[in-house]
């Protein structure tokens, strides 16, 4: 699965758009790339993944480069719930399900 | 839909004892299952596959004997820590397959070893 690179920690304005980035530079072809949040103390939660199209549903849009190798996950309206440490993920398809999570994005959204 | 349940949400219990945690999936059934631990400020860490029918598998450094998976059914996993110690003291979050893509969380346990 490829290595995926975050930054540690970002900062938003309530009711502006969140925009993380992710770096995955040596994803494969087959590769999808997910993303998932874990608010504090709860279990993570599933927003959205991509192969190479970009994709769109009631909680997120995640855009992915032409090269996939970067993707970014925007929230469009940031809420105060949305602080959350947000993980980008890569998952081949053949070497089973498991999630390699890292460190993550803490995304902390202000009033 | 989608929807994962952990039992107990936390507990605390006294070292050497045995502690079993419960994974469902409410609304689907998940041949494979995963059970992480996550430590205090990082990330969440695989422990083990659990497949339906067939023995759990065991990432590197996680004892079997000690931390024992059995799922036999389509909606429930469970994870027995065997003897538990302070050190196993962590929040233990379990996951389920939905389909042929997406893993849905469980709302973790704490489990606190006295």
């Known amino acids: 699965d490829a290595k995926t690179t975050q930054p540690t920690s970002m900062d938003c304005a309530e009711g502006r758009a969140a925009n993380l980035p992710c770096n995955h530079s040596t994803i494969s072809g087959n590769e999808y790339v997910y993303w998932y949040r874990q608010i504090h103390s709860q279990g993570p939660q599933y927003i959205i993944h991509g192969l190479k199209n970009n994709e769109t549903n009631e909680m997120a849009s995640l855009i992915i480069t032409e090269d996939r190798k970067s993707s970014t996950l925007i929230l469009p309206h940031a809420t105060l719930r949305d602080t959350a440490v947000y993980y980008c993920?890569?998952?081949?398809?053949?070497?089973?399900?498991?999630?390699?999570f890292g460190k993550g994005t803490s995304l902390l959204v202000t009033p | 839909g989608a929807v994962v349940s952990q039992h107990p949400s936390w507990v605390i219990c006294k070292s050497g004892t045995s502690v079993k945690i419960e994974c469902r999936s409410l609304d689907f059934q998940a041949t494979t299952m995963f059970w992480y631990r996550q430590f205090p400020k990082q990330s969440l860490m695989l422990m083990a596959t659990?497949?339906?029918?067939?023995?759990?598998?065991?990432e590197q450094g996680v004892e079997k004997d000690k931390f024992l998976i059995n799922h036999a059914s389509l909606t429930l996993s469970t994870l027995t820590v065997t003897s538990a110690h302070p050190e196993d003291s962590s929040f233990y979050i379990c996951?389920?397959?939905?389909?042929?893509?997406?893993?849905?969380f469980g709302p973790g346990t704490r489990l606190l070893v006295l």
């Open positions: 996951s389920a397959v939905a389909g042929i893509e997406t893993q849905y």
């Open positions: 993920i890569g998952r081949n398809s053949n070497s089973g399900y498991a999630l390699n």
């Open positions: 659990s497949n339906e029918g067939s023995k759990a598998t065991y």
